[in-house]
């Protein structure tokens, strides 16, 4: 447990120089890759949102620590990913105009990777149109998923979905959001066929939808 924590006060205190040589050890302690990730880095990101709610921290210290949690991914992607020799599908994701997160859209890209889906990251800010064209030009694309963290672009949200379902992929593609601020309850008021409160949820209902065209 210590070393998630030193994980997590590396994280926290953004010290992207430490992070990825802590992240190692704790995988060469047999820690679990998951709870590396769900404890030493998310419940830090969350702990770093308190602080800057509360005024203790302000947007460059968000930055550093939402810097040091990518280093730290990035030696923890080996070990989350599973076979992914196959290609089960192909998906578009990215984060909606307006709004530059791209931790959480970032590993449930890595999670769809791992669970076999080829990923088209459109990356953040993404405008409205962007997401159509990439679900029109990629006749191969099934899935079209969405992500928004702040509470002032779920309206973009809305309107990426509205585009989506108004547009002629809308028989092929299964839409799928998700993000902080999101709910069930939104996600069934604007039209996407699924939420998920997170990455690997967000993989395993992914490959519900392909398998259930495949079958
Ligand atoms: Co910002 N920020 N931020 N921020 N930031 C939040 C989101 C906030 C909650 C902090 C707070 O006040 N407590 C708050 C939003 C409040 C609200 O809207 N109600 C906030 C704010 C206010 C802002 C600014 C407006 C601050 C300012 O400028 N005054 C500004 C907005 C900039 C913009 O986007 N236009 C801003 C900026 C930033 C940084 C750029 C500094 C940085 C982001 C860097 C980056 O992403 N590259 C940042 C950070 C780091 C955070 C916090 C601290 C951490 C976000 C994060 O990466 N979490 C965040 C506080 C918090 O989340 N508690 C905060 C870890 C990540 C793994 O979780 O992204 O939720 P998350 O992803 C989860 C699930 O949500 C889910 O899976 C992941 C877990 O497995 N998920 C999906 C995500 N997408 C999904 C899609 C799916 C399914 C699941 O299907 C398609």
């Given at each position: ?9 590396a ?10 040589g ?17 404890k ?69 890209a ?18 409205v ?33 509205k ?13 799928m959001?998700g ?37």
């Open positions: 447990m210590s070393k998630i924590q030193d994980v997590s006060n994280v926290q205190s953004g010290k992207s120089k430490i992070v990825g802590l992240v190692q050890e704790a995988i060469n302690e047999g820690l679990d890759p998951a709870e590396i990730l769900n030493g880095m998310i419940d830090a990101m969350s702990i770093v949102g308190e602080k800057f709610k509360n005024n203790e921290i302000f947007v460059p210290e968000m930055l550093v620590a939402a810097r040091a949690m990518k280093k730290g991914v990035e030696v923890l992607k080996p070990h989350l990913a599973g076979d992914n020799t196959v290609s089960v599908g192909k998906l578009v994701i990215g984060t909606v105009a307006g709004d530059l997160h791209d931790i959480g859209k970032n590993l449930v890595m999670m769809m990777e791992s669970a076999g889906f080829e990923v088209i990251d459109l990356g953040v800010d993404v405008p149109e962007k997401f159509v064209s990439a679900a029109k030009e990629n006749e191969d694309v099934s899935i079209v998923c969405v992500s928004a963290l702040l509470t002032t672009t779920m309206p973009a949200m809305k309107d990426t979905v585009a989506l379902l108004d547009s002629d992929v809308r028989d092929r593609i299964k839409i959001v993000g902080a601020p999101i709910t069930q309850g939104f996600a069934d008021e604007i039209g996407a066929e699924a939420y998920t409160e997170d990455a690997a949820s967000a993989a395993q209902v992914a490959k519900s939808f392909v398998s259930s065209t495949v079958a």
